[in-house]
């Protein structure tokens, strides 16, 4: 009830009640600049982990529903084997699509290693098999098992093996950012402690007077967790803001580019940034009220 | 005594010459008072003690300063607190609105143990008791205004700023003109006057007055031994700790005043003497 009553107050505005602080004094500008800069670098941080959950997603869905099957044989048996394999694949659950890579899509392949010009024809590439599942998935244990009775040669690669350590990578910085955004908010929240706390030892006469005329210790740590909480959520609305202006240029001009353009925020992900400022007002509510309960009882 | 015509005004009560009424609650003598009595079961009327020493001693690092006192303040008295610098007189008055415990014995204020009390109550208490330093403690950074309504915005009464109240009570402690001064831009008597406002807008049962005249020249001690006057006349109870007997014997001369003398720890009722 009490608690309630001083958060509705957060929101009241008592001009009296207000001004019973004395407004000037390092500790805002030390709030205001701390919620700036660690509201700046949420937003990198919120970015970085969005953009590698969007990464992990990506690779987990994408990769795990695509597969590969090598197959290695003497050139006057590899159709052969490839045929094979072709009709295997084609009476298994869960493969909706088994395209064979023609010379072309091969040269694409290796492009990359090898260059344009290498004359394909003349090396002695296994065939490959572009294998696309359906939602489900299908049985590779069973697929294997078929594959090596009737195509020797064939290899299947369904991606697992170098898949799961990159979503794993993927995964991780994902909750390293959030990590990144636990830290900076405590380090806020322990500043804007030390914030109230000068404020408050340094405004002890004005407290000593509030107590003489019969002030609740509610009342006085309202003036104080009112204008502490209103800092941290203007500093972080204006380092949220301009991460995002930061954000919304860095991603507009090269949004064509590779993975490292893809931190950034998409779409609704946006919203989150009016997060932000709400959290560090609350944050710094409950390390002021902590304070101020502190510094109450150590001036009684 | 006071035949006025009461208006209320946010809960304040003005008479219609304008003077800044403090007698909300009625003398328990009056009629008003009576007749309110049968209403209100917990009223100032119903209590026949303000503050209760009770073999009250108080000690600090260096030693004991007040030995058991054993004292009872009255509604509607007057009383002058008088003894030599450094006897006591600033940790009696102190004790009178639970800003200091006593080590040993026991003190009451408005009938309740003030050991048993949270810092909040003790707020709360001190809503009924207006208290004037020699040092006046005000918020340097606000008004003249602002400081004397300060008790109501920490009592979550409506701002008086705009009310004739508040006005007048500046009218009567002779600070019209300077209502919107700062503090520090107030002399040693406005500083005083303004405090004594800032004590009784709240219209306190019990006024604490440490050494209040301790900065200021005759006329203006004369003028705030008036005030307080008026105010016991009004029926709220005065305690005025200062060591001016001049200014006693004027009191005394005008009303019934207790001079209550602290000298070798000890609180005594001083007698025909001063």
Redesign the interface.
Known sequence: MGSERQISGLFTR????D??V??TGFTATLTLFTSAVMGFLVVFALALSLASSRLADHWSDALARSATLKISAPAEQLEQQVEKALAILNTTPGIEQATVLNLNDQRRLLEPWFGADVPIELLALPALIDIREEKKGFDSENLRLRLVADVPGAVLDDHTRWRRPLVVAAERLSALGLFSILLMTGASAAMITLAARAAMSANA??I????????????IAAAFVRRFSLRAFSGAAIGSLCGAVVFFFLTGEQDDLSILTGIGFQGLEWLWLFLIPPVFGGVALLATQRAAQKV?GML? | MYPYLFIIVQGKELNRKGKFNFNHIPDCNSPRGQAQKGKRNETHCARHTLIEFDAASYSYTGGELLSEMSLTITPGAFYFITGPSGSGKTTFLKMCYGALLPNSGGLQIFGRDVRELTRDDIALIRRNIGVIHQDCQFLDHLSVTENIALPLSVSGQDRLSDNLNLKELLTWVGLKGRASALPPELSGGERQRAALARAVINSPELILADEPTGNVDWDMSQRLLQLLIELNKMGKTVLLASHDLSLIRLAKSQVQARVLRIANKRIQLAGADL
């Not at chain 1, 000593?208 to 009342?219: E, F, N, P």
């Open positions: 008592d001009t009296q009640r001004r019973v004395p407004p006469q004005v000593s007077v509030l107590r003489l005329i019969g002030a609740k210790d509610a009342y109450l009684s």
